[in-house]
């Protein structure tokens, strides 16, 4: 990781809580103007910072950017064999899911020995069941995870939907349902969707790795709920969904 990178996660490990820069650089190996430079950049990416002479830096509570160090405070992703990537803006997680997959992966079946979770700030393209569209401006949780076929059966797969919405219903203290295994509603309004798809190999007829992609309308959901809970943070929320669905995979 680089020094940015690796403050950033200190500072969600301790977020709300000031962190000297001393025992920022001691921790880093890094001096302590390598610290202020990292944090002085992140400040320019957004981040809530706040920096005092002879404290430190604290990142406030109500500070809210997905980042893969803020996933990984709520995730052991050594032990889920899990691996993150985040970006500011594609086309759509799922299609990036299978750019990314080598296409040697897919030709001849041979086993990648990593699940993957992809997650954007925003998509340009983000779709549906029947090339429906979804809208997916910058607010809301788009996410894709990739798994090995191999590991987790087809009906587990197809409960998705209602594993994300009992995840959802938990953490915002509401009912949210999955009415048609493809969208989440709550109060007979779209607050979400799921689109699962295979990437199967032809000639064995057999699935070779699922991708489940999630988009939660956040935006939506903060005018309909009481969404003000600070500590509920999208890395949170990516992390609980992540969880949930990986223990009912049985993985």
């Known amino acids: 990781m680089s020094t940015k990178e690796r403050v950033i996660y200190e500072l969600e490990k301790n977020k709300g809580s000031f962190v000297s820069g001393e025992k920022l650089a001691e921790e880093l190996a890094v001096s302590r103007n390598a610290v202020w430079k990292a944090v002085s950049d992140l400040k320019k990416k957004g981040y809530n910072i706040i920096s005092v002479q002879n404290k430190g830096h604290m990142l406030e509570v109500d500070s809210d950017i997905i980042s893969i160090q803020g996933i990984e405070g709520f995730l052991d992703c050594e032990k889920l064999n899990l691996v993150i990537h985040v970006y500011d803006i594609v086309t759509s997680t799922n299609a990036e899911a299978k750019r990314f997959l080598p296409e040697s992966f897919i030709s001849h079946g041979d086993n990648h020995d990593k699940r993957m979770l992809f997650v954007a700030k925003k998509q340009t393209e983000g779709r549906g ?123």
Do not use: W
Not at 151 to 162: C, F, M
Not at 211 to 226: C, E, Q, S, W
């Open 129 to 251: 069941h029947e090339d429906t569209s979804f809208a997916s401006p910058e607010g809301g949780i788009y996410m894709s995870i990739m798994i090995n076929a191999a590991e987790v059966g087809r009906d587990k797969i197809l409960e998705t939907a209602e594993n994300i919405a009992a995840t959802v219903s938990d953490l915002f203290g509401t009912e949210i349902i999955a009415p048609d295994n493809r969208s989440l509603t709550l109060n007979e309004s779209k607050v979400g969707g799921i689109f699962t798809e295979a990437l199967t190999d032809v000639e064995l007829r057999k699935a070779l790795y699922y991708i489940v992609g999630i988009g939660l309308r956040n935006d939506l959901i903060k005018k309909i709920t009481a969404f003000d809970d600070a500590s509920l943070s999208k890395n949170r929320i990516i992390a609980e969904l992540v969880k949930r669905l990986f223990a009912e995979y049985g993985i």
